[in-house]
């Protein structure tokens, strides 16, 4: 395929590979540098619009360019691959494809994009695609934790590293069946929504829970984060009621119609995405009650629309999951080809929205 460079290129039709280079320019508007972490910083400040590394040495030893057995590669002149899980119908996954894009172009990568549209089965001939095509880097955005395995087999054939952004995969091997996984402590998001709703609350009431998909360790860590925190820290907050959402707003707002019905005294929703949020506020207006009064609702990730949620008083918290992968992944593969030792889990750091910073850090929100 004949491309320039700094041109990603995709499978999609015309028209979406503009929409997706308008989200990128719109996204680079956005986007603000950061100042680097300072030792002892609050972990809810920080990252703003680019990502800031938390850690780079959490699970283990690191990895060379010689024990993953890749070939050195000059990525101002490579084909990189990107896959992408699910449709770009939400600002997290707008903002990371539209990331990741503009880094690829910025750095002179040729970037071969695809999306699984949230099929496993697609998401894996998606990469065994790309590797065919010649992609010599690999960024992934799995689906699930676990089932990635023939693709990530099919990679370690050809010697091409896999870097896995925003989820984890559970019984991969880093260093082997992919380089590194960078993205965000999902069980420490949960825990500070725990903190945000016991701060909303005044630490009493009846929780439902909205949970993200299942099969990915997003749902389950954030699901943890937050019980543990109310069990230790705020033992008057009752969960009554957890059902799926599917990180979707239609389906929040569906789900949380049917839990209001069943369960009238639910004073407080922890939803583990903003767009099952903003579902939700939806739904309490429905059932007569205001949002962020009468039931309380404190969120996972920073979407623009869920801060101005905040401002507006129908949303009391959201926690920051940042999507804006692009700069780290091509930084860390970088490093990686420069010969530096790189960590098999890179964190980064989110900061959080409140009442008390929403208007001033409304336009860090993605």
Do not use: H, W
Request: charged share 20%; hydrophobic share 40%; glycine share 12%.
């Amino acid at each position: 395929m004949n491309a320039d460079r700094s041109t990603p290129v995709s499978g999609r039709a015309r028209g979406l590979r503009m929409g997706t280079a308008l989200a990128a320019a719109t996204l680079l508007t956005l986007t603000g540098c950061a100042n680097p972490e300072g030792g002892g910083a609050d972990p809810g400040a920080g990252s703003g619009g680019q990502q800031v590394t938390r850690t780079q040495d959490a699970g283990g030893p690191g990895c060379t360019l010689q024990q993953y057995g890749a070939d050195k590669l000059d990525l101002t002149k490579a084909v990189v691959g990107f896959s992408q899980s699910e449709k770009e119908a939400n600002p997290f996954r707008i903002a990371e494809t539209a990331s990741i894009t503009a880094e690829a172009k910025k750095v002179g990568a040729r970037l071969i994009t695809t999306n699984a549209n949230s099929d496993l089965g697609k998401q894996i001939s998606d990469i065994q695609s790309m590797l065919a095509q010649g992609a010599q880097l690999l960024i992934v955005a799995p689906l699930n934790s676990e089932g990635l395995e023939p693709a990530l087999r099919a990679a370690r054939e050809k010697k091409v590293p896999v870097i896995t952004v925003d989820r984890k995969l559970s019984s991969a091997a880093a260093c082997k069946d992919y380089l590194t996984f960078i993205g965000s402590d999902f069980v420490d998001q949960g825990k500070r929504a725990g903190e945000a709703m016991a701060k909303a609350t005044g630490g009493t009431g009846k929780v439902a829970i909205l949970l993200g998909s299942s099969g990915n360790n997003v749902t389950t860590d954030r699901t943890s984060g937050f019980k543990d925190y109310l069990k230790a820290s705020a033992p008057g907050l009752q969960i009554v009621a957890e059902q799926t959402g599917d990180f979707a707003r239609e389906k929040g707002q569906q789900v949380t119609e049917q839990l209001l019905q069943a369960n009238p005294g639910i004073t407080a929703i922890y939803a583990q995405n903003d767009e099952m949020a903003l579902g939700a506020v939806t739904a309490v207006r429905s059932a007569g009650k205001k949002p962020g009064t009468d039931i309380k609702i404190v969120s996972v990730d920073g979407t623009r629309n869920a801060v101005e949620g905040i401002i507006a008083g129908d949303l009391n918290a959201v926690i920051e999951s940042n999507p804006r992968f692009g700069p780290l992944a091509f930084q860390t593969a970088q490093k990686f080809y420069a010969g530096e030792s790189i960590a098999p889990t890179v964190i980064i750091q989110d900061k959080s929205y409140d009442s008390t910073n929403a208007k001033a850090e409304v336009a860090n929100a993605y």
